[in-house]
Structure formats: C-alpha cells, structure tokens
C-alpha cells in the first residue's frame, strides 16, 4: 500500500520453486490422530472441519427441503401437521442460512484457500480461527437443543410479536444464532487482518486474487453487520426471557422496529452469502478460459460496491409493512443501484470467456450453471425492486423462487464448483470428470424443475409459508416438488463419487488445471506449512500469456527452507516495500 | 520498536510461527483489535438506534425517567472509568519502558477502579429495583406517569447491563494480564496483549462517557 | 405476450392491476431478452472457443472502456426507468381517493373481520361495490397479518400497534380470494377470505339486508351458518378431527381436561366464556392462540352457536 517514490527498488534473489509432485507426506498425514485434527492450528485443517460441517448442515437442511416439497403434493395434510410444518420450514430456513450459506464459502473453502492464496504460512490469529470453528459448533449444539426441547415454529426471521408470544424455544435458537455470529465476526476480522498484512512479497493490490476481493468485502460487511444481528437477537431473547418490551406491542414496542433491526443485518448478510461466490467465479472461469480476467479493476470494485450498497437497501424487505413512501423510494431507487454492479461481472465474466480456450471441466460446468440461474436470480430481483409490483408479489412464492436462484442458483453453484476446483489440492486426489458432469446436469434440470413454476405461482399469488393452498396451484407444486427430488439424486451421486474419490480416487498433480494463481503452485496436498519457500510475486493471477517458470519464484528461507532445487536463480526488482 | 538497541535482549520466543518478525505480529494484533472495536461500536450501535428512535417517539418521557436516575453516582462513575483509562494507558506506558512492576501496579489500580465502577453499578440497580423499577412486564413503579416508562428502564438496563458485561470481561482480561506479566512474559520487545487490551478497555470507558449524558443528564 | 401474462398473472379484477401488470411485463420481456443474449453467449463462447490443445495461446485483453461504459449505462438507464414506472405505481396504490367508501378491518388468528360503516360486522366475507374506490383501514389484534388480494394486485400488513391502510376499486362484480400472507402460525394458510364484488345496487340491497337475512333461520341452522361465516371452523372441525382447537363433536356436555389441571363440564357458560374470553380456561394440549368474539358476535348469535354445538354428538 505504503508507496513512495523515494521506496528503492530493492534487488533480491529468488529462485524457481518447483512443486514436489505426489509429495509423501503434507499436511493430512504430518500430524496424526483425531486429537491432532480437533485441535489443530492450521488453516487448512480447519477449513476442511468447517467443510464437514457445512456439508453436514446441508444434508440435513436438504432432506428438511425436501419433507416439506413432499408435504406440499397435495393441498391438505400428508403426514405432516400444520405445527410440524411450521417447525420444518422454519429449521430448513435457519439452518440453510446460518449453518450453511453464511459458512460455506468464507469459512470453509475461504479458510483453506485464503492463505495459499497469499502465500501465508497461516491466518493471521490461528488460534482464534479454531476458537471460531467450535464457536460455530457450540451455536450449532444450541440450535440442536432448542429443536429438541420444542422446536421453534417462527420462520427464520423471528418476526415479533409472533416470535415473542409463540411457544418452544425460541430464546434457545436465537442464542444459537447470537453464538454463530461471533464465529462468523472472527472469521471475517481474522481474514481482513490476514489480507493486509500477510501477503508475500510482490502480492501487491492489483495482484490479489479476485477470489480474494471478494472475501475481503465479504469480511467487510461480517464485522459490520453481524453485531447488528447480534444485538438485535440479544433483544429478542431478552424480550422471550424478561418481557424487556422493546418489540412486542403487548408490552408498548414496536413490531416494526424489530424489522429493521433485523434486515439490517439480514440484507446484508445475503451479500456475506453471495459475494464469495463472485470470487470463486472469476477464479474458475479465467482458470478454464485460460486467458487473463477482463475487467480486473471492475469485478474487483464492484464487490466492494455492492458489499457498500447493501447496508443501505434492507428497507425494501419490509414495502408493504407501513413504511413511509419517502423511505420506500429511497430503498427502491438504492435496490436497483445494487443490480449495476452485479450487472457489470456478468458481463466481464462473459467477456473473459470471449477467444479464450474454454475447457468444459465440472468446476466451469458449474460456473456456466451459475451464470445462466444467478442471471434469473438478479432479474426476478429487479422485478421486487420495483415497488408496484412488489406490492403485489411481497411474501408469496415469486420471492421464494427469487432467491433460490440466487442463493442455491447462485451461492450453491458457486460452491460445487469451487469445492470441485480446489479438491485435488485439499486432497490430491481426482473426482470423476464423467460422474461430475452426470450430477450438474441433473442439478441443473431438477433445480429449474423445482423453481421456475414458483414464479408463476408466485405470480398467480401463492403466499410463501403456507401449509395447505387452494386446488388450482396443485399442479405447479407437483411439478415443483418432482424436481427436488431430482436434485436430491444429484446430490447423491456428488456425495457418491466425492467420497469414491478420497477413498480410491486417481492421485492429482500439483497444478491440473494449469491454473497461475500462486495456490497451485505449491504441491497438492500442500505442505503443512503450504510453502516450503517463500513465494515471491511478479505477475498477476490471471497472466496466462507468461510462462509458467515466472509463477514459481520464491525465497528459500532458513526457517523451513530446502534448498535442493535446480538452480534457476534470478533477480526480481521488489518495486513495493512489502513487509509480509 | 524494531530498532535493536543492545541494552534491550531481543526474545522472540512470543513470536508465532507464521509471521516473519515481531513488528508484523504485533502491527496483525493491533488491526484485529482495531477491526474488533469496529464490530463492537455497531453491537451498541444497535442500542443507540433503539434509544434514538423510541426518544424521538417519545421525548417527554425521556426526559421524566431520566430523572429517576442518580446523576451524582453517574457522574463519580464517569470519574472512575477515565481514571481507569488513564492508569491502563501508564501501565502500556510501564510496559514499553520495561518497567514490569509498574505494569503490574497499574493493572492493579486499574482492576479496583473497574470494581468500583461495578459496586457502585449494583447499588444504582438495587436502589431501583428496590423501587420496583424493572425492566419491561416486571415493572411496577408509579412514579413516572406515562405508558412507555417501562420501555425507557428497558433501554436503561440493556445499555448499561450490556455496558457492565464488557466491564466485567475487561476485569477478566486484566487478571489474566497481571498473571502473564508476573511470568516475566511481557518486556519492552513485546506486550501485545496489553497494548490491545488497554484499547478495548479505553472502548469501554468511551462507550460510558455517551452512556451517561444519554441517560442520566436529560433536561 | 398477453397470453405469457394471462398464463403468470391472476386475472386483473381492479383499477390498480393495469399499471401493474404492464410493469411486470415489461420487466419480463427486457430480461427475457438479456437473458437469452447472455445465454446464448455462454453457449456460443463455450463452442467456439473450446479448448483444441493443452498449448493455446489467448490474447491478452484487460479491459476495454467504451464496452464497459455501455454496459454499465444500458442498465442504470433501465432500471431507472423500471424504478420511475414503479414508484409511481405505488403512489397509486398508496394514496386512495377522498371519496373512498371506508371499511374497517380487524385481523385476528386466524380470521379477518369487516366492519361496516353501519355497524355490520362480517367475518371471512368482505363484500364491495364495484366501480367504487373501497379504503380499507386495518390492524391486528395479535400478532403481524398481512392483507392481500392478488386479483386486485394490492397487499399491506396489518399490525397490532398501528393503522395501515389499502385502497382498490373493483372493475367487475364476482368473488377474489383474500389470503394472509405474513406467516402467523399454525392455520396462517387457512386465514383466507373472500371478496365479494357486487354492482352498487346489490351492495346497498346487501347492505340492508345483511343483518336481518338471519332472522327467518332456526338457532340451530343460524348456529351452523355462524360457525362458518366466523370462521371458527378454521381451527375447530365438525367431525372429531383436531385441527388448532378441539373438535365441535362430541364436545358438549363433554368433561374438558384445562391446561391447569382441573377439568371443566362444557355447558352454554363454558362455551360463552370461551367465545368471549378464550384465554380464560385452555384447553388440555392446545395453545392459548383463540381471539376473542367479544363485540363480534351478540348474546343471540351465540346461543344460536350454542344450540349447533349441542347438536353434534
């Protein structure tokens, strides 16, 4: 950052590091043991605990998803009861969101991607980011117990009154919730420290990873938004736990004020949902175009913008609620700046694509899925934007199926296909290209299957959280639920072959898919301590018109230096006087 | 702090394995910190947008509760907090001059006051809920006649009970320092720990310094 | 398009739904055009700049500013115009006209009431004229409703705190369904209503009839009417099932388990009390969620339910 022109141009040796192939040992087998998992430091462990955790949560959140599709084929009960209905979509809701979207990306691959990213031994405050991890678990074993001590039947929202009057546990999950947010806090905070200062030498700003920017504005609104959250649940437990009446009209509190509370962090948080996503997108796709990304400045500004713009739209979740028309189209007008930004990387995506040499591997499968349901997702976006006709579609099913699109659309996609773009690294080993591909079709179709006639029913006026609904929407929820079974086989055959591949998979070279972003420069699985040099930066992560030599230059170091490889010695002016 | 004089022994056993020297840890530590504050200003952020907006509905009651709040014991509190920060800033002081025994004097001095922050703080609460002056449905005191009171005392306690936790987390974050600093783990290369804790502790203090005109000095 | 619209869209039943419909298709068509230009460019790059070996070159573009520009303008310019269209497309739907006729509307779990200008009071049936601005001035009793009629395309939540209110003017007589759309517990999908559109003539004839049409019923038949047009057959069946309250069979003459403990014989002043004040004595296993009737229904009306129970055994 620190430029100044008198700043000497330092010279310093480095040499070209190549990647130990096949390495026998890294960091799965340097140290052993469940206890040594359990209370490991590093990064990339943690990552994979986080993983476990996510893809966990998934599953359960899934198979609530698809209870509740199952209970909606036909307009009256099926099996369930409209209590236990309630309870479902509410744990579906809470859980997808807080134990699984918010976590996914930064947490899990952020957390092993970030400091191979950088060249970093470690996060900044590795201690803390296990102290995050068990965080999450100790909110997670919260929310298990308020499910199992009454359940909570609010919707993942917790409006009040309804959340202060009804009965279960509702204090026990927004304590849960109250807990995660620390851990999700601590995790941004240890990401924005760790950006700044633990960068290698020559990763200056216009050479981080877009992957990074995005975690970096992700970060940016976790620190900023999440306590707003945690007061506001604080508040509402202390409502549940001593009738504190800030919120419950009963008691002289207003209602709406709770959705403000809310939404200020929650619109935002859908950012914290989708923004990693944007960086794992343009890693994937300049990677398996093979060509520099277009617009680097672009993609990696407007991450920022729309982290910025997003803490000031939460009003347009509440249009109908009685909100003055002044605040309303303020909200409305600053809703529809949001969708410039996000306008502007669709296009820089596509225009990276443009004469590049484009290999349809999963992880670009995915990324094209993404582009093609996230674009549908913004669209629909626009159309709540607009206040008219949000009046007309606010709470039904048009709402649901918008930001399906986007988070599952978008944010899921994202996530397949970054968790299938770094799994040779995370484990050396290959998935199955055939069965990879097989299961994104299937996703594909079975998501559209199940989203699309949400739209139209949406449209025709289906409100959202129904248990039963009138005869003519029959057919669409048919349809609708026929595809999330489809997916739910595409799921299956992803955690089939996933699995396949760590027990029996094929072994992963350093770098498959000649990527020049600095963590495939390092052996797959890395090293414990990801580096056994320094690596040093003088070009971009997208220069796929420089040789490959040019990205393997590092420092041996005598900290953990081994200094046994050829002989490729040269000088490389350090221009920024980097200290990390 | 990097300049290596030779009075000063340079020990870096403190220095993790994943920064390259001290001055980057201690540079990393001082942005969490910072970073950390940030998210704790918008946590009582939250309660200031409640008691901005229910002052705005309702600035007649403001002004009548504030009343039932004792000025005199805030205002010495208020004394108390800004000792407090003033004695953490001379032990970070003690600390850089290498002078261990001060540091863990000032710690000391610094723990009293933040329990006699914390005693006055629990005569304040006694003496109203004596009164029948608790929060939101508990609320039985008629002294105050308007419909909202209870709302106002509600506000009252989160701020101030929140407030009193974050005191009460700086008393454990000290007791800790005294130990380490008695271990010789601090020294003039190295104190961290209380360089960022004396950072949250002064939060805490500014946190107080609005807490007390909001709420006790309405006219 | 029209027919994509009729396909999407519920059918246009007030003056509101023009304006509204059209933005919605406007907005459809323009992404739907965006939408098949960007995919149809996924596919097309996908093809032809397929990978053909492991040693392809490809050029070096960064960026390239009149693109950028046109893609960044293009778009502000649309939604701006999107934004413009909706705005005031609400302050139609905001701003009802003077000469509105006025109904009250009360929201309760799980039920809507309209009060009427002469002190009729209907449940889960608001009847309008047509050709006539109708203002609907709403609030809750309990929790958080939301008041919508997708025909009419206008929705506003109802509070308990508060007054909110909605306008709409019917173009044709018939009936729209009313739904609640702000989740409120366990029957919130049953909290519907209907709407009943009638010509101005038929509403004022409605009008003076609705509260003497039941003088020629039995109390019995009266009783079974009021149950539904009260909507207490939302939570509380006819035939033994148990939905959100105890069933009607079987119940009269019924010992009754109280969530305190005790038990309770129901007789007319259990069940009266539990019309008027439901919170009183709960019922074993169920939640204290009914609402009050009191001022809603009349000491005839309520023997008249009274007599109906009786009959189910």
């Not at chain 1, 092993?112 to 102290?131: H, I, T």
């Not at chain 1, 546990?169 to 947010?181: D, E, P, R």
């Not at chain 3, 997708?150 to 007054?163: G, Q």
């Not at chain 3, 209110?165 to 989740?183: I, K, Q, R």
Request: hydrophobic share 45%; charged share 15%; glycine share 8%.
């Amino acid at each position: 950052m620190a430029t100044t022109e008198e700043t000497p141009t330092r010279k310093i040796q480095v040499k070209r590091f190549k990647p130990e192939e096949y390495p026998e040992k890294h960091y799965l087998n340097q140290e052993k043991g469940l206890w040594a998992w359990l209370t490991t430091v590093d990064h990339k462990k943690i990552g994979l605990m986080y993983l476990m955790s996510v893809a966990f949560f998934f599953l359960v959140g899934g198979v609530l998803a698809l209870l509740l599709r199952t209970e909606l084929l036909t307009p009256a009960r099926n099996f369930m009861t409209a209590d236990v209905y309630n309870q479902v979509f509410t744990l579906h809701g809470a859980i997808m969101i807080f134990f699984f979207l918010i976590p996914s990306v930064p947490a899990a691959l952020g957390n092993f991607v970030l400091p191979l990213q950088l060249g970093a031994k470690d996060v900044a405050f590795p201690r803390l980011n296990l102290a995050s991890f068990y965080i999450y678990v100790i909110g997670a074993l919260f929310t298990i117990t308020a499910i199992f001590t009454g359940g909570i039947d609010t919707g993942w929202t917790f409006y009040t009154p309804y959340s202060s009057t009804t009965g279960g546990s509702v204090a026990m999950m927004t304590l849960g919730v109250f807990i995660l947010g620390f851990s999700s806090i601590l995790t941004g905070l240890n990401f924005i420290v760790t950006i700044h200062k633990l960068r290698s030498p020559g990763i200056t700003w216009n050479k981080l990873p877009l992957n990074l920017w995005g975690l970096y504005a992700t970060s940016l609104i976790q620190i900023l938004a999440t306590p707003v959250l945690a007061i506001t649940l604080l508040l509402l437990t202390m409502e549940r736990v001593l009738s504190i009446g800030i919120f419950d009209p009963a008691l002289g509190g207003d209602p709406v004020l709770y959705q403000h509370f809310f939404w200020f962090y929650s619109h935002p948080a859908v950012y914290i949902m989708i923004v990693p996503g944007f960086g794992i997108v343009s890693e994937i796709i300049s990677t398996f175009s093979k060509k520099v990304i277009f617009g680097y400045w672009a993609i990696a500004l407007s991450s920022l913008a729309i982290a910025f713009i997003g803490f000031l739209v939460w009003g347009h979740h509440m249009f109908t609620a009685g909100q003055s028309s002044l605040a309303n189209m303020v909200f409305s007008f600053l809703t529809f700046l949001v969708g410039i930004p996000t306008g502007i990387k669709i296009f820089n995506w596509l225009a990276t694509m443009y004469k590049g040499s484009i290999d349809l591997k999963t992880p670009m499968v995915y990324i094209l899925v993404f582009l093609f349901l996230f674009t549908i997702g913004g669209f629909t976006g626009i159309m709540l934007g607009a206040l008219s006709v949000d009046v007309h579609l606010h709470d039904t099913y048009y709402v649901v199926a918008h930001f399906h699109y986007v988070m599952m659309g978008g944010m899921v996609m994202a996530f397949l296909g970054g968790l299938h773009y770094w799994w040779p690294k995370m484990f050396g080993k290959m998935y199955s290209e055939f069965w990879g591909k097989i299961a994104a079709g299937i996703i594909f179709v079975g998501f559209n299957m199940t989203f699309l006639p949400q739209f139209i029913m949406g449209s025709q006026g289906m409100p959202r959280r129904y248990y039963n609904y009138i005869d003519q929407f029959q057919a669409f929820h048919q349809f609708s639920t026929i595809g999330a079974y489809i997916m739910g086989v595409g799921f299956v055959i992803i955690a089939a072959y996933l699995l396949h591949s760590l027990l029996r998979g094929e072994k992963a070279s350093s770098n498959p898919w000649g990527s020049r972003a600095l963590e495939w420069q390092t052996s797959s699985p890395p090293d414990l301590h990801n580096f056994k040099h320094t690596p040093v930066i003088i070009n971009g992560p997208y220069d796929y018109h420089k040789p490959m030599s040019e990205f393997q230059l590092g420092i041996a170091t005598p900290h953990n230096g081994h200094g046994h490889h050829e002989e490729e010695g040269m000088d490389v002016a350090e221009t920024e006087k980097e200290k990390a | 702090m990097s300049g290596t004089s030779a009075t000063i022994e340079k020990r870096l056993d403190h220095l993790q394995h994943h920064f390259i020297d001290s001055d980057q840890q201690f540079e990393s530590a001082k942005l969490g910190m910072w970073i950390f504050l940030a998210t704790e200003i918008l946590f009582f952020g939250g309660l200031f947008a409640a008691y901005i907006v229910y002052r705005s509905w309702y600035p007649e009651l403001y002004i009548q509760a504030s009343t039932e709040l004792n000025t005199f014991w805030g205002a010495i509190n208020t004394g108390v907090l800004i000792g407090s920060s003033l004695t953490v800033a001379m032990a970070i002081r003690s600390a850089q001059l290498n002078q261990i025994k001060g540091l863990i004097y000032n710690l000391y001095i610094t723990i009293a006051l933040a329990f006699v922050f914390m005693v006055i703080k629990y005569f304040e609460y006694t003496h109203k809920f004596h009164l029948g002056i608790y929060p939101g449905e508990y609320y039985t005191f008629e002294g105050i006649a308007h419909e909202k009171a209870n709302i106002f005392f509600s506000i009252y306690y989160m701020m101030t009970g929140v407030h009193g936790l974050h005191v009460l987390i700086g008393i454990g974050l000290m007791i800790w320092l005294v130990f380490k600093a008695k271990k010789g783990a601090f020294h003039s290369g190295y104190y961290t720990p209380v360089e960022i804790t004396g950072l949250y502790w002064h939060l805490v203090d500014i946190i107080w310094i609005f807490l007390f005109p909001l709420l006790y000095l309405i006219d | 398009m029209n027919s994509l619209s009729d396909f999407m869209l519920p059918p246009a039943k007030s003056t509101l739904a023009g304006q509204t419909d059209a933005l919605f298709n406007f907005i459809n068509v323009t992404s739907l055009i965006f939408l098949i230009g960007i995919t149809f460019a996924i596919i097309y790059f996908s093809w032809k700049y397929r990978r053909r070996s492991e040693n392809d070159v490809t050029p070096v573009i960064t960026h390239n500013n009149k693109l950028e520009i046109t893609w960044s303008v293009i778009p502000l310019i649309l939604v701006i115009i999107v934004f413009g269209w909706g705005f005031t497309g609400y302050m139609n739907k905001a701003t009802p006209p003077n000469d509105s006729y006025e109904i009250r509307v009360v929201g309760k779990s799980w039920l809507w009431e309209f009060h009427y200008p002469n002190g009729y009071v209907s449940v889960g049936e608001l009847h309008v004229p047509e050709d006539r601005p109708v203002k609907l001035v709403m609030s809750s009793t309990d929790v958080i409703h939301s008041f919508y009629i997708p025909d009419f395309r206008v929705k506003k939540d109802v509070l308990p705190n508060r007054y909110t209110s909605l306008w709409f003017e019917a173009t044709d007589p018939g009936e729209s369904v009313v739904f609640c759309t702000e989740y409120c517990g366990n029957a919130h999908s049953n909290m519907m209503a209907t709407t009943i559109v009638h010509t101005q003539e038929d509403f004022q004839s409605w009008l003076e009839t609705a509260g003497s049409a039941d003088e020629n019923l039995t109390p019995v038949e009266l009783g079974e009417q009021l149950t539904t047009r009260n909507a207490c057959t939302t939570c509380h069946s006819v035939d033994g099932s148990v939905l959100q309250g105890p069933s009607f069979q079987g119940l009269f003459g019924s010992e009754a388990p109280l969530e305190s403990g005790e038990t309770v014989s129901v007789d007319e002043n259990y069940i009266r009390e539990s019309i008027l004040e439901p919170q009183a004595k709960i019922h074993e296993g169920f939640q204290p969620v009914m609402p009050s009737y009191a001022g809603t229904l009349d000491d005839n009306q309520i023997n008249a339910i009274i007599e109906y129970i009786k009959t189910l055994d």
